[in-house]
């Protein structure tokens, strides 16, 4: 069983940058392909990154790319997502997810708050 926890989520201005870790314990890490998604209020959740099992290729959603990338450290556990120039519809519940070969999703993290001020 994989638990994925969130974190580095805030309140920031428009314009700035955050970064979000996403740390996974209780299974091997390096098997899963990692994926980030959001969710604002009143709308879907939405996809917004990946990075493969090994780090080597990674996606973006149209709307995010050129402004985030994703990384992840397997020695750690760990896949980041850092965030710049942020604008105001970047605001949502960011999480990060483990994705199977087969391309189930099977851990979720609970997910992290990011408000960006205008």
């Known amino acids: 069983q994989v638990q994925l926890v969130e974190s580095g989520g805030g309140l920031v201005q428009a314009g700035g940058s955050l970064r979000l870790s996403c740390t996974a314990s209780g299974g091997t890490f390096s098997f899963y392909t990692m994926d980030w998604f959001r969710q604002a209020p009143g709308k879907e959740r939405e996809f917004v990154a990946t990075i493969t099992r090994g780090g080597g290729s990674t996606n973006y959603a149209d709307s995010v790319k050129g402004r985030f990338t994703t990384s992840r450290d397997n020695a750690k556990n760990t896949v980041y997502l850092q965030m710049n120039s942020l604008k105001p519809e970047d605001t949502a519940v960011y999480y990060c997810?483990?994705?199977?070969?087969?391309?189930?999703?099977?851990?979720w993290g609970q997910g992290t708050q990011v408000t960006v001020s205008s």
């Open positions: 997810a483990a994705r199977l070969p087969s391309g189930d999703y099977r851990y």
